[in-house]
């Protein structure tokens, strides 16, 4: 069974850091991205990071260029997000997922696993 378990969220006040952790098992990820999508309240789910499990290249998103930095420990079979600069706008449900990535990365995509996520709030 494929199983991705995040963990490290919590509340934290704005400008603060946190460390997002996913630990994946079940599998060989070797032909997969491992990344990290977000939901917040009324809102679609969004990506948020991602990398690719081999070859090491990521993918962020605009709004978190320069704050957020995606990171794989491939001996752990973990993957990491570091959250800088923390704003209350990056309050959401953050998921951890495996899926793949065809063309350009992260242009074209399809998630195959999903993590239950974990809950980051930052407060203003």
Do not use: H
Not at 61 to 80: E, L, Q, W
């Amino acid at each position: 069974q494929v199983q991705l378990v995040e963990s490290g969220g919590g509340l934290v006040q704005a400008g603060g850091s946190l460390r997002l952790s996913c630990a994946a098992s079940g599998r060989s990820f070797d032909s997969y991205f491992m990344g990290w999508f977000r939901q917040a309240p009324g809102k679609e789910r969004e990506v948020v990071a991602a990398i690719n499990w081999s070859g090491g290249n990521t993918y962020n998103a605009d709004s978190v260029k320069g704050r957020f930095t995606i990171s794989r420990d491939k001996a752990k079979n973990t993957v990491y997000l570091q959250m800088n600069s923390l704003k209350p706008e990056d309050t959401a449900v953050y998921y951890c997922a495996a899926g793949r990535s065809s063309g350009r990365f992260m242009f074209t995509y399809a998630i195959d696993y999903w993590g239950k996520g974990t809950l980051v709030t930052v407060s203003s």
